[in-house]
């Protein structure tokens, strides 16, 4: 008996592991694939923290029972980080890997350009743009100078779940 209850408790805390760390590499996928997104970034935000927020009162005993963690702040942390990073990962990746055929091109003037200083991409040029309503900051290769440019071309299609895909952007003076 006491040698089931045991390998229960490993069960347990390995899928909570598991989880962890999926919804890690998934939120940080997701990260990558919203650069190319057109969304609003409170979107994914609030289905991230409504998610997690949404599991802890389902997860909670079995994390008391099997894992010892009776802190809530750890129950939350875990939920938002684990469950909502997979849901948000999950849902970013549905929209971009299946796009519709339609391939809409927008010309839009560039409000804001610079350089991105962190996320290990030093010296790489972005610029500002404003797309269906939404202000969008597009990355561009380091090769790239943006000063004389003022318009973008931006290549889109709708994704599935229909949040515009970014297919190619070119800088343009006119």
């Not at 519709?100 to 743009?129: C, F, M, W």
Request: hydrophobic share 45%; charged share 20%; net charge positive.
């Amino acid at each position: 008996m006491k040698k089931k209850k045991k390998k229960r408790h490993k069960v347990f805390y390995w899928t909570y592991f598991t989880l962890f760390f999926a919804g890690l590499l998934a939120i940080t996928g997701g990260m990558l694939l919203f650069e190319n997104t057109i969304l609003i970034w409170k979107v994914p935000v609030i289905i991230f923290l409504l998610t997690g927020f949404l599991m802890t009162p389902v997860t909670s005993f079995s994390f008391e029972k099997y894992c010892k963690i009776e802190s809530i702040f750890w129950k939350i942390f875990f939920n938002i980080v684990s469950f909502g990073g997979l849901l948000v990962g999950l849902l970013i990746a549905i929209n971009y890997y299946f796009p519709d055929n339609v391939q809409q091109s927008h010309k839009t003037e560039i409000l804001e350009t610079g350089y991105l200083k962190s996320r290990g991409r030093r010296n790489v040029p972005y610029a500002e743009v404003k797309i269906n309503g939404t202000i969008k900051r597009l990355v561009f290769p380091k090769n790239v100078e943006l000063a004389p440019y003022k318009f973008v071309v931006v290549d889109t299609k709708k994704g599935l779940l229909g949040f515009p895909i970014i297919t190619h952007k070119m800088p343009v003076t006119e």
